[in-house]
């Protein structure tokens, strides 16, 4: 398997590491969208959120957070955007999961420009019954 992220936890490939434990390691992404921009993943290979177990995903979560609150001080940076992509579809490109931490700035040329949608006479209803049915 040819997986960069695995390629710096085992310390074959270099990175600006910000904290690591035995479960998580959090270093700088190297095409930031603001700098600062940290990636937060398992050190366990999973492909994507799904497959993350119980246990790790919770630890990824905490560890997610400290690196949230160490952003906010660290850089003085006025929020920040925590971001998961899972599969291609939604622009996952690296496929062992990870989230990103983006700090945000007032005015810093970045943001989500979604195509907003509406449902229409009780499409919101179908929807939510196929959900709820697969649950």
């Known amino acids: 398997m040819d997986c960069i ?14 904290f690591e434990n035995e479960k998580v390691i959090s270093f700088l992404d190297i095409r ?11 050190k366990n290979h999973f492909d994507n959120f799904l497959l993350v177990p119980d246990d790790e995903l919770s630890e990824l979560i905490r560890v997610t957070k400290v ?27 690296i496929f062992h ?12 040329n970045f943001s989500f420009k979604p195509n907003l949608k509406s449902y229409d006479n009780g499409s919101m209803k179908e929807f939510a019954e196929k959900i709820k049915m697969a649950l």
Do not use: W
Not at 5 to 16: Q, V
Not at 97 to 108: A, E, M, V, Y
């Open 5 to 18: 992220f695995c390629d710096i936890i085992n310390k074959s490939a270099s990175a600006e590491v910000l």
């Open 32 to 42: 930031p969208i603001n700098y600062g921009h940290t990636l937060v993943i398992t």
């Open 67 to 93: 690196m949230s609150n160490a952003i906010i001080k660290g850089l003085n940076s006025e929020g920040f955007n925590i971001v998961a992509n899972t599969g291609r579809a939604a622009g996952q490109s």
């Open 97 to 108: 999961f990870h989230f990103h931490i983006i700090p945000r700035f007032r005015n810093d």
